[in-house]
């Protein structure tokens, strides 16, 4: 979380200056409204840390009051065996909110879902219809799989309640691995909304094929500081890609 928080406050104190990123294959720049269109997403990662009974109340801090016309729909997890999540829908943003929380050094399961991997194809069950050429880290798919349906139904229930037409997913770390999965995953459930990513230190989650797909239809943004050896894992030789337009700030 700490990880997280350093790289709000580069955002927000660079705004001012439109500083310059490194993108995948350029060197681009953004504008100080680019960068401050971050910053409520930011927020909504780094409040996925939070228990379910803060989130649900939403009033886990600052993290909760940077977004106050945040409206809670479900939460859970306990932050060990199953990360904690949450889903509402924010009004000024006029979309749904997905967040997963990250890994916590101090759960250690939360550390044995990010070092026990190979590559997997996806459960039919939960992600009908997709070629098993898509393969993914298996713990990454096994923590996923503890909540996508309590995820699916808050997030089908925000946009039938709000009438949203976009349904956002955020993350940090785990956060934004299992984020990522909620990309692939949601739309083969859920139809006639717009579908986007908004993620931080994001490591490798599948292959090639995987990347391919997560990509179609929805718009995924990952955010890292160049520091940050976590979306270089896991490494070679186990042929995980990293994907989607990246941004990495240099401070």
Not at 113 to 127: A, I, Q
């Amino acid at each position: 979380m700490a990880r997280l928080a350093a790289i709000f406050l580069t955002l927000a104190s660079v705004a001012s200056a439109a500083p310059s990123l490194v993108a995948r294959q350029a060197i681009t720049s953004l504008t100080a409204a680019n960068i401050a269109s971050f910053k409520p997403f930011t927020f909504y990662a780094a409040a996925a840390y939070c228990s379910p009974t803060s989130t649900l109340a939403w009033d886990c801090g600052t993290n909760c009051a940077a977004n106050p016309t945040f409206q809670p729909i479900a939460s859970g997890g306990d932050g060990d065996a199953i990360q904690f999540w949450y889903v509402g829908y924010d009004p000024t943003l006029n979309t749904v909110i997905a967040g997963h929380q990250g890994t916590d050094p101090t759960q250690i399961l939360a550390l044995v879902t990010d070092s026990d991997f190979f590559l997997e194809s996806l459960d039919p069950t939960l992600f009908p219809g997709l070629s098993s050429s898509i393969e993914v880290h298996n713990g990454f798919a096994a923590e996923h799989a503890k909540t996508a349906t309590e995820v699916l139904a808050a997030v089908q229930a925000g946009i039938s309640k709000f009438g949203a037409k976009k349904v956002t997913m955020v993350g940090h770390s785990l956060g934004a691995a299992l984020a990522l999965l909620d990309s692939v995953y949601l739309p083969l459930h859920i139809s006639g909304v717009t579908f986007q990513t908004i993620v931080y230190g994001l490591p490798r989650v599948g292959n090639q094929a995987f990347a391919d797909h997560a990509s179609i239809g929805n718009t995924v943004t990952h955010i890292n500081n160049q520091e940050d050896v976590v979306p270089i894992l896991p490494g070679a030789p186990r042929p995980f890609e990293g994907v989607f337009l990246s941004y990495f700030m240099l401070q």
